[in-house]
């Protein structure tokens, strides 16, 4: 039987609503995403906040619809040259407080967590270059028909993936927020209904980080 991996508060990376993210205890190259209990998340009176009160196991569905949007992706390319422009998924390890998703961590070149979108953003140090590598990451989703139903500033990550010899390019990372996870999945129904709501998704991307989106050429500016 295998072991308990153990995350300290140390290792705490983050920590939103539903989940907090730790750095692997012993490979910095990974982050483990653990579900919070539902006895620690605050309340809240919005819509989510109600459907995760009256229906818990909703809470679990956006995991299923993030691990197979992963799956739907990386099925159909196979091809070693194939560039995903979401985070690395490597199944469920058993930690000290819950079951953690094992996931790929996007580093800065001296070993650092990298920066968001977001971040960036507010700090206003978003250079031509960042969005150049942003930009390539939105071109990449929308060729591969990605559905992402979360792409707020927080979910994309500036830096470089382990390629197995070390970092890899520096890149843009959508490490969150992948997956048909509405309701009724709409974005699902084809490849016209999920650009669309792409288009809607990157023109709130826009006016959360004072960008702007060209629809016509799908690509973010100043």
Known sequence: MTSALNLSPTNLVASGVQRAVYFHPTDRTKLIKVLKPSTKMPRRNN???IVDRWFPSTRLRQIRKEYSEYLRIMLGHPEPEFRAPMSHMFGFVSTNIGLGCLTE???NADGTLGQTLGAKAKAQTL???DIDLLNDTIARIFANDIRASDMNPNNFVFGHRDNGDGPGQ?????VDGFGDI??????SMGK???RIGLNDSCERLARNTKLTWHK???QFSR
């Open 47 to 49: 819509f989510n906040g």
């Open 105 to 107: 961590s996007v580093l």
């Open 127 to 129: 250079s031509d270059h």
């Open 170 to 174: 520096e890149e843009c990372v959508l």
């Open 182 to 187: 509405h309701a009724i999945p709409v974005r």
């Open 192 to 194: 016209w209904s999920n």
């Open 216 to 218: 016509n050429t799908l």
